[in-house]
């Protein structure tokens, strides 16, 4: 036996050879639904090394050309299958026979002992997107590992979007890009490099389109990620991510999608009155694919994507649970239903009947209601709209959209008639406006130079938002005069920032007054907060308010970001820095950037 360097291999069926495969589960539940099968065991991450323990049997020579049971076509179809990649734009570009000199094929593979014994097969050569890459393979193409691939042009440390490093030994490294994979050990450069297949592509957009960049240490790994969204990461979130990109990073490893890397649980509803042939598979990297079995052949309903609440109780769930499988059936008639559930854990604790029940309950929930991906990116409240914990009107309501505000989306239901939106405190987590109460906006393209603005109607924008939501009371207090401060100060919006301050033109005033006019309060400016009168104990006197914004910069996304803040009292204070984008009818406030305080 000899130790190989490089990544990884695991819980790919025929990648790591004979002999590898775990203990066998309890036996799976009898269903038609075409889903991954799930025998329990601890997730699995890029660092879980198995060793053969039969080598492959050995061969005296090579394979000659390409199989004989196979034409070029169907050579390019199966490596297409394993590398998850478009057939119609991969090439084979040659394939030649070799005798591999051990079970990895020769193909560096970290902490894996790969037996000394030669294996007949090919060196495949394919080209993908203009890039070549090589596999090796065994005799019959059942087993397919990526030996190199051929770095894209540009493909520098700027392009990398999420960073990742697996917990435990050994250590692993994986950067992620909008179209390529890097990893190999921590502490060296990537040894291996594979494309980025088009649905993981698509999550990734996801995921950067709805957060702020962060970094983070979960128990899934270390992860950092370049987002380009408003949306604030919770811990479940961050490891969730964290998760999605080792089960990136090993597919890629394994040369191959696995539909096992990552799986926490399936859950599968079949017969009733309604004739039910449905399933679920919740990943820990936060998406749900659904399929039903009611039409042949089965149709794939698309992907739930869990918000905060929702991760963190699946996450609480596999870090307490062991793995079990569990079925509950009506009795027995002819339209019985039954539900089963396959859940993988890797904590020590025998789950309760009480606790299978609930995890039936939460996936069928999550089937049923949980949000698709969608590429409207804000809704507008036509009028002042509730919000509710759920796509629909039974669900409780949690607080209101004020008519004309923006919402940014992060989920659409499955019958499109409500939206999942950022909640108030920025999370992404269970908060649903119905369809007919918003109107779904378009952006206006991003540029380098964001479009022309007119500073008045960008800061009376801000003031109304501060005014009317962001005020620090549970409810809209309706301050009878607020001073307005007429020199700008960058330190409102993060406590430290240098405070750059310049006067707000008088003309701009004008408009900001004017614009202002609607609402139930006076607007009187002032050169500082310090000529504003307070009572004894430092509060604005007569229930006042004072609001003071920072200066408009352009960032380079076309963006407008504008901090400000509002002072009511020693502990009632608040501030942050809005971000607004161009639409059609014009500027709106769609988010926040950076650190958000309040006192």
Not at 86 to 107: A, F, H, I, K
Not at 157 to 165: G, H, K, L, Y
Not at 171 to 200: H, K
Not at 272 to 288: E, K
Request: aromatic share 8%.
């Amino acid at each position: 036996m000899n130790v190989r360097t490089g990544i990884v291999l695991l819980l790919l069926t025929g990648i790591v050879l004979a002999g590898c495969a775990g203990p066998a589960g309890p036996a799976q539940p009898t269903s038609t639904v075409d889903q991954p099968t799930m025998t329990p065991a601890p997730l699995a991450t890029p660092t879980d090394a198995t060793v053969p323990t039969e080598p492959p049997p050995a061969a005296s020579e090579p394979p000659t050309g390409v199989p004989a049971t196979m034409t070029t076509e169907q050579v390019v179809k199966v490596l297409s299958g394993k590398l998850a990649v478009d057939p119609t734009q991969m090439t084979l570009v040659s394939m030649e026979p070799v005798n591999w000199p051990d079970s990895c094929l020769g193909v560096n593979t970290m902490e894996i002992m790969c037996a000394e014994v030669i294996t007949p097969g090919y060196r495949i050569v394919v080209e993908v997107d203009g890039l070549q890459t090589t596999v090796h393979t065994n005799e019959d193409l059942s087993v397919a590992l990526i030996a190199d691939v051929e770095q894209p042009a540009g493909a520098v440390a700027e392009d990398v979007i999420v960073s990742w490093q697996a917990p435990g030994e050994p250590c692993i490294a994986g950067q992620i890009s909008a179209e390529w994979i890097n990893f190999g050990p921590c502490g060296s450069p990537p040894t291996q490099t594979a494309p980025l297949p088009q649905p993981r592509a698509a999550e990734l957009a996801y995921y950067t389109m709805l957060y702020a960049s962060y970094d983070a240490e979960t128990p899934s790994g270390m992860v950092s990620l370049k987002g380009d969204g408003p949306a604030r990461a919770e811990a479940a979130d961050q490891r969730s991510l964290a998760a999605w990109a080792g089960e990136v990073v090993a597919d890629a490893a394994g040369g191959q999608a696995d539909p096992l890397n990552g799986l926490a649980m399936i859950w599968r509803r079949e017969g009733g009155i309604a004739g039910f042939c449905d399933g679920l598979s919740v990943y820990a990297g936060g998406h749900a694919p659904a399929v039903t079995c009611q039409t042949s052949p089965a149709s794939d309903l698309g992907a739930r994507w869990l918000s905060s609440p929702q991760l963190g109780q699946v996450f609480g769930w596999i870090d307490a649970l062991a793995s079990f499988q569990y079925s509950q059936k009506d009795p027995a008639t002819a339209d019985a239903m039954t539900l089963d559930l396959s859940f993988n854990g890797t904590g020590q604790s025998t789950a309760l009947q009480v606790e299978q029940q609930a995890m039936l309950d939460y996936a069928g929930q999550l089937f049923t209601f949980g949000a698709l991906a969608t590429p409207t990116r804000f809704v507008q409240a036509d009028a002042d709209t509730p919000m509710v914990t759920g796509p629909g009107p039974q669900f409780e309501q949690i607080g209101e959209v004020f008519g004309g505000q923006m919402a940014f989306v992060t989920g659409v239901s499955q019958d499109g008639r409500w939206w999942r939106v950022i909640c108030a405190d920025d999370t992404v987590g269970d908060c649903w406006l119905a369809g007919d109460q918003v109107t779904p906006q378009v952006a206006t393209p991003s540029s380098a130079t964001p479009a022309s603005y007119d500073p008045g109607d960008i800061y009376q924008r801000v003031v109304r938002q501060v005014y009317t939501v962001d005020h620090t009371y549970g409810q809209p207090p309706n301050f009878p005069v607020v001073y307005l401060v007429r020199r700008t100060d960058d330190s409102v919006g993060a406590s430290g920032s240098p405070a750059n301050g310049q006067a707000i033109a008088p003309a701009d005033q004008e408009r900001i007054s004017a614009a202002l006019s609607d609402l139930p309060a006076r607007f009187i400016w002032v050169d500082k907060a310090d000529d504003v009168p307070r009572d004894p104990n430092g509060a604005v006197a007569d229930g006042g308010a004072i609001i003071t914004v920072g200066n408009i910069t352009a960032q380079p996304d076309g963006t407008l970001h504008v901090p400000a803040s509002i002072y009511i009292a020693m502990l009632a204070a608040g501030g942050q820095t809005y971000v607004l984008e161009n639409f059609p009818e014009g500027w709106q406030i769609t988010g926040t950037s950076g650190p958000a305080w309040i006192s």
